[in-house]
């Protein structure tokens, strides 16, 4: 009777422990470092009711969508629900331990915001990197119920030397899912590279795409799932990232102002966006990574024009005063190279029938503008997204050389590409993957890496020596 009595309160105590494992509140869509500076960054955190998404509700989010997946319905809203709670950040140098930790005091998500808090870390020292802990723990309670653990770099003073390495990717979405619910294996890559900074530049998710996002709760649920994925959350839980939005993660394709997606609107769309990455004042902005490089992110959606407006010198996709901004500071720098990052192309060539960006003859008079400034400064190239191939591109009429980072990986190369034009391109290929930046000893280096066939290792397809 003994030993059963006391199997049964074994039970119960492993059944107990259980139970209190399993409370909560998780990190299971992660946690993001942004708009990081020479002294400052942001934390994204989410707190989460279960410590990983449901990846059995729909079998497009393991298997993307394969043949046999010929319509995966609406998005759950219930792919990864949020918890209420709280959450502390500590941080600290990597190369001095522990022993220089600093840490936040507790702050309290809410239903609100999707249980999401954004907090900005100050006084940070410059050109660094450091080792963070994110705490959570049920409101009021006085016991750490998860923990999660990242690392980020802080920008180098403006005068100071040394090799800066970051990429760019664009264009990845639940459709394209390639190793099951580890995502897009081009993230786990992609630390093979040891990026100093990452830019998306956009299409982070599809609303439009299956599973169709027609509502704010299908929204976030989206942009929840997309960092679920072990290897994308793992990448931007390590790897200092900033994030610009496009068409298919503010509202529907070739979106703009005024315009509706089933019940999701285009404000709140922006709204959104805001709330699912680290951000700051404005979503266009530009950053310093020492002697040798600044970037510039322009906001393509938040002031355009109506794609169907005619042309002329008052349609625009940046608005007079994010255009202002950037010819203002470009010319300000001193930077030895300027990357001005855009969602869309400036130069193209762009497919056939495209009615969206500076590459297309809807904005012609915009992007002639554009092209005939950022030409006349030196060691000035545009970066750019959306594009579902990969290219490296010269005007033939400025010179403007525009680099193409191409889509996450082949599984997005729908869409169909402009194909080769032996007037523009210097580099061509339908493959995805992510475009690599190097510069060092005042030489900059663009390199873009490819899967060789599907589920391949990424390789570089193609060098191009910046500033040549």
């Not at 220089?100 to 410059?126: C, E, F, H, M, P």
């Not at 580890?182 to 990026?195: I, N, R, V, W």
């Not at 082949?410 to 194909?419: E, K, L, P, R, V």
């Amino acid at each position: 009777m003994l030993k059963w009595i006391n199997c049964i309160a074994l039970t119960l105590l492993l059944s107990s422990l259980l139970a209190s494992a399993q409370e909560g509140p998780f990190f299971g869509t992660g946690v993001k470092v942004g708009e990081v500076d020479t002294n400052s960054a942001i934390v994204w955190v989410r707190l989460t009711a279960t410590p990983k998404a449901d990846f059995n509700l729909l079998p497009i989010f393991t298997k993307g969508l394969t043949s046999d997946i010929k319509d995966s319905g609406s998005m759950p809203s219930d792919v990864a629900p949020g918890a209420p709670g709280e959450y502390r950040v500590h941080h600290w140098l990597e190369s001095k331990g522990q022993k220089s930790r600093r840490s936040s005091n507790w702050a309290r998500v809410s239903s609100i915001n999707d249980y999401i808090g954004q907090l900005s870390l100050t006084d940070l020292k410059s050109g660094e990197s450091y080792v963070y802990q994110v705490e959570a723990r049920q409101a009021g309670s006085s016991k750490t119920a998860s923990t999660t653990n990242g690392k980020f770099k802080t920008a180098p003073v403006k005068g100071a030397k040394g090799p800066i390495r970051f990429i760019v990717t664009t264009c990845q979405a639940i459709r394209s899912i390639d190793s099951g619910e580890k995502g897009h294996s081009t993230y786990g890559q992609m630390l093979d590279f040891k990026p100093d900074f990452l830019v998306h530049t956009g299409d982070i998710v599809y609303y439009d795409k299956a599973p169709l996002a027609k509502s704010v709760a299908q929204a976030r649920a989206k942009w929840n799932l997309m960092f679920s994925y072990s290897y994308n959350q793992t990448f931007h839980q390590n790897v200092t990232s900033y994030f610009m939005k496009d068409d298919h993660d503010t509202l529907k394709n070739d979106c703009w102002l005024g315009q509706t997606y089933g019940d999701l609107t285009f404000e709140e769309g922006l709204d959104i966006f805001r709330e699912q990455v680290p951000m700051g004042k404005e979503t266009y902005r530009t950053y310093r990574w020492g002697k040798d490089v600044q970037i510039w992110m322009t906001e393509n959606r938040d002031f355009r024009s109506a794609n169907t407006d005619s042309d002329g010198p008052n349609k625009t996709i940046l608005g007079e005063k994010q255009k202002a901004w950037l010819q203002k500071t470009i010319l300000a720098s001193d930077a030895t190279y300027k990357f001005v990052i855009s969602p869309g192309p400036l130069v193209g060539p762009d497919k056939f029938g495209k009615k969206d960006n500076h590459a297309n003859e809807v904005f012609a008079h915009e992007g002639q503008e554009l092209r005939d400034f950022l030409s006349q400064q030196a060691n000035t190239f545009v970066i750019c997204g959306d594009r579902h191939w990969q290219y490296c591109s010269k005007d033939p009429n400025t010179g403007l050389l525009e680099l193409g980072c191409g889509a996450i990986n082949d599984q997005h190369d729908y869409g169909g590409n402009s194909g080769y034009f032996s007037d523009f391109h210097k580099y061509f290929s339908g493959k995805g993957g992510y475009l690599g930046i190097t510069v060092e000893n005042g030489n900059a280096q663009a390199e873009w890496y490819a899967s060789a066939q599907k589920g391949a290792q990424l390789t570089v397809q193609h060098t191009q020596n910046l500033g040549e």
